[in-house]
């Protein structure tokens, strides 16, 4: 018996639909999901257990240091400054977030809010 084309299509098109809705069902996991998870024991632990933080306090230090570097990321992205030095203070901030070029430059900042009056 000869199968005809359409056939054929129509089925072909009816698996590949069903491959992409079962595609769909499978849970996303979000990049922030992934960035802040934390090891739950550690070999430090497993020696110092008293000088060890726990994965709670390891991941709010974690979640801490993140909004500091989204908070540099924000004022570094408004500062008028060549695109090459912003380009150096950027992989500063990613790579070695205690680099001299990038706390100099933090520390040049003047803001709008400040008149010169020390609290």
Known sequence: MKIPHCWVVCLCLFFAGAAVMTAQDLPKKTETDKATQVQRHTVMEKFAPDISLTAEERQ??????????????????????PERRRLKLLLDLKYNPFSDRLNRTMAEIKFEDDDGIDD
Do not use: G, P, S, Y
Request: hydrophobic content about 40%; glycine content about 0%.
């Open 60 to 81: 709010q230090k974690r979640l801490d240091r993140m909004a500091e570097i989204e908070f540099r990321r924000r004022v570094l992205d408004t500062l008028d400054i």
